[in-house]
């Protein structure tokens, strides 16, 4: 059974960065059969894909947060990362990592918990 | 970006009863379409993929539908744990973006 679990700070102050990381069990993230995405809710608001990025290092990131973002891998730790710089209120959100598949129909088919991130000062 | 609407933003029904979701693309997805459930704390739950294909375990009362840009979820019998928001996304191209959301509530 795949799992992913997102770990980092529930609380960021106004123009830091975001981080957060995502551990994978049951799959490797060397796979080259999926993208390891990043969504978001924003409270009582609805999904916004954040972008993903590929086992070859590749990644494709959402125009609106196309300056901002940063995502990692760690294949020794079957983990990836997701950076998000100059955060204001606005990206306060339940954070999602997830696995894409990279072929067919792109869906999502697995999620991890999410995680609330607040940014305040 | 592709656009997709969703409606209604929120429904009221009772168990047993049968509730369709729409969900309308701006442009072509050919069968791109996947629907999501999300209850608060839990992971989303992918249902329906490529418009109509029921992700493996998801219970047969959920079935997708799709005609031109214009597509449905359906639950036949709601079930208590089915009260919950469900979301469109279009995987055809990026940004994958999703619909506003639908929550269903128990009447």
């Known amino acids: 059974q795949v799992q992913l679990q997102v770990s980092g700070p529930g609380l960021v102050k106004p123009s830091e960065t975001l981080s957060l990381t995502c551990t994978v069990s049951g799959d490797s993230v060397r796979s080259g059969a999926y993208y390891w995405t990043w969504i978001r809710q924003s409270p009582g608001k609805g999904l916004e894909w954040i972008g993903y990025i590929y086992y070859s290092g590749t990644t494709n990131y959402s125009p609106s947060l196309n300056s901002r973002v940063t995502m990692s891998m760690d294949t020794s730790k079957n983990q990836f990362s997701l950076t998000l710089r100059s955060v204001t209120t606005a990206d306060t959100a339940v954070y999602f990592c997830?696995?894409?598949?990279?072929?067919?129909?792109?869906?999502?088919?697995?999620w991890g918990r999410g995680t609330l991130v607040t940014v305040s000062s | 970006d592709i656009q997709l609407t969703q409606s209604p933003s929120s429904l009221s029904a009772s168990v047993g009863d049968t509730v369709t979701i729409a969900c309308r693309a701006n442009e072509s997805i050919s069968r791109y379409l996947n629907w999501y459930q999300l209850k608060p704390g839990e992971a989303p739950n992918l249902l329906i993929y490529a418009a109509s294909s029921l992700q493996t375990g998801v219970p047969s009362r959920f079935s997708g539908g799709a005609s031109g840009t214009d597509f449905t979820l359906t639950i036949s019998g709601l079930q208590p744990e089915d009260f919950a928001t469900y979301y469109c996304q279009q995987s055809y191209t990026t940004p994958r973006n999703f619909g506003g959301g639908t929550k269903v509530e128990f009447k």
């Open positions: 997830a696995r894409s598949l990279s072929h067919g129909f792109m869906h999502v088919d697995y």
